[in-house]
């Protein structure tokens, strides 16, 4: 488990906040990155399973999802699993000019995927849109989690603007390896919690969030 977040950081704030997320975030991604391959596909692997056994997931008709890149865990099994259902995947993409995330339909990840914005891949020009309150289960991406469901990002705010705009009863589900699980994550108040974290060894369920 990391443990690299500082105690007591509920009352930081401003500079403090920053430094100590970017503390974090450079710690855990070091270790992500140095997880050897066959590791990295063994955990994949069963972050995959755990999260399709999860009734939201089985439940979900339309399922946001995000793409793999770099030393993130494999989530292309997922997305080939809903669109074997006949589901809808959506993916995101970064629109650098208004700083938010587009949602777009795929149905072949080979026909409709691509290299985007600093090299993440995303759905390409021609598919269809998906409005972001049609989602009613997001795969939340981030770097470090803790049991309260605190997210640490990548430092670009797409999520924390985005997540707000779903459904409120839209689950917010997060995979992620066991290193990347931290004792506690430096948040600050515009900063959003998700409903369950997905490792290899276990399902972590935080307290509920409020659903208004």
Same mark, same amino acid.
């Given at each position: 488990?990391?443990?690299?977040? %500082?105690?007591?950081?509920?009352?930081?704030?401003?500079?403090?906040?920053?430094?100590?997320?970017?503390?974090?975030?450079?710690?855990? &991604?070091?270790?992500?990155?140095?997880?050897?391959?066959?590791?990295? $596909?063994?955990?994949?692997?069963?972050?995959?399973?755990?999260?399709?056994?999860?009734?939201?997931?089985?439940?979900?008709? !339309?399922?946001?999802? !995000?793409?793999?890149? *770099?030393?993130? /865990?494999?989530?292309?099994?997922?997305?080939?699993?809903?669109?074997?259902?006949?589901? !809808?995947?959506?993916? %995101? *993409?970064?629109?650098?000019? !208004? *700083?938010m995330l587009?949602? @777009?339909?795929?149905?072949?990840?080979?026909?409709?995927?691509?290299?985007?914005?600093?090299? +993440?891949?995303?759905? &390409?020009a021609h598919? %269809?849109?998906?409005?972001?309150?049609?989602?009613? /289960?997001?795969?939340?991406?981030?770097?470090?989690?803790?049991?309260?469901?605190?997210?640490?990002?990548?430092?670009?705010?797409?999520?924390?603007?985005?997540?707000?705009?779903?459904?409120?009863?839209?689950? *917010?589900?997060?995979?992620?390896?066991? &290193?990347?699980? $931290?004792?506690?994550?430096?948040?600050?108040? @515009?900063?959003?919690?998700?409903?369950?974290?997905?490792?290899?060894?276990?399902? +972590?369920?935080?307290?509920?969030?409020?659903?208004?």
């Amino acid at each position: 488990m990391a443990s690299d977040s %500082p105690p007591g950081d509920a009352a930081l704030h401003g500079a403090a906040l920053r430094e100590a997320k970017l503390t974090l975030r450079r710690a855990v &991604l070091a270790r992500r990155d140095a997880l050897a391959p066959g590791a990295r $596909a063994q955990a994949g692997a069963s972050i995959v399973a755990g999260i399709a056994a999860l009734p939201t997931f089985a439940s979900a008709r !339309t399922v946001l999802l !995000t793409l793999p890149f *770099r030393s993130e /865990w494999d989530t292309l099994p997922l997305v080939r699993q809903v669109l074997a259902t006949g589901r !809808t995947v959506a993916v %995101p *993409r970064v629109n650098a000019t !208004t *700083r938010m995330l587009e949602l @777009h339909a795929i149905a072949d990840l080979d026909r409709d995927v691509g290299t985007g914005h600093q090299g +993440i891949p995303e759905p &390409l020009a021609h598919c %269809p849109a998906v409005a972001p309150g049609a989602i009613d /289960w997001v795969l939340v991406p981030g770097v470090a989690f803790d049991r309260a469901g605190r997210r640490l990002g990548y430092g670009g705010g797409y999520y924390d603007r985005l997540l707000p705009l779903l459904a409120s009863h839209a689950a *917010r589900i997060a995979g992620a390896f066991d &290193l990347q699980i $931290a004792d506690r994550v430096p948040a600050g108040p @515009h900063d959003v919690t998700v409903d369950a974290i997905v490792t290899p060894l276990e399902t +972590i369920v935080p307290p509920p969030r409020a659903i208004g």
